[in-house]
């Protein structure tokens, strides 16, 4: 079962359509309807037909999922919670060349679960869609790479820690795949609810620091076969 109060048809078609830089007018002329019609579907006053939703994504060269992209009732409603008291996070991980990268996470409550939008902070595009749910100790977010910028197959965990952070800086891993070779990937991930200043050396170095893997983490790989990440944060602990 869907939960279909939560489903925002214009939402998506917007999103999708400003993403592929496509013009009301455009979709209006090709689907042979009058820009009001293109309008009102934007603005969920008018719901399309299914042939017209495929002609839609035919239009913006996007995947059916795109634009149906329901939550389902099976997730937990129990767990669905923002557990960060802000909308807005950021996350961050080391590159593959040593770089500091950053990404936004926007989270909306919507139909009563947590919508997760990934973006890229230079240009606001989103690469990845998914829902939050969390406890008073972790949070999981999943998503899938959207469809309208990305068409590769991907999808991507990120387990944040909420229970031990001295200084509001939750310690995290992000899993997913190395490009288009699908390699499985894990990296230590660092969630905060403001940027930093990346023009500050000593701030951007202490990131660094706190993100790269130590060799007390290398052994215990090779004793566990696994790696058990830390990503507690013990200086001057306290339960958030």
Known sequence: MYNLDSYKFG???????????????????????????????????????????????????????????????????????????????????????????????????????????????????????????SSQDIAYIYMKNYYATNKRFEKVELVVNLKYASDERYMGMINGTYDETNQPLTKKCIILKKQINHDDEKEVNDLKERLIITDEEYEIMKKKQGWIMNTTNLTDYKVL
């Open 11 to 133: 939402e998506l078609l917007r999103k999708a359509r400003k993403s592929k830089k496509v013009s009301i007018k455009e979709i209006a002329e090709k689907l042979n309807k009058t820009e009001t019609t293109i309008y009102k579907y934007e603005r969920n006053v008018l719901m399309p037909d299914l042939l017209t939703v495929l002609e839609i994504c035919n239009v913006l060269d996007v995947g059916f999922d795109d634009l149906a992209n329901i939550n389902r009732i099976e997730e937990s409603r129990e767990n669905s919670n923002n557990p960060f008291p802000v909308n807005n996070i950021y996350l961050y991980y080391i590159g593959f060349t040593n770089n500091l990268l950053c990404f936004e996470l926007e989270i909306k409550s919507e139909g009563g679960f947590q919508k997760v939008y990934f973006k890229n902070i230079e240009n606001d595009k989103i690469l990845y869609v998914g829902s939050l749910e």
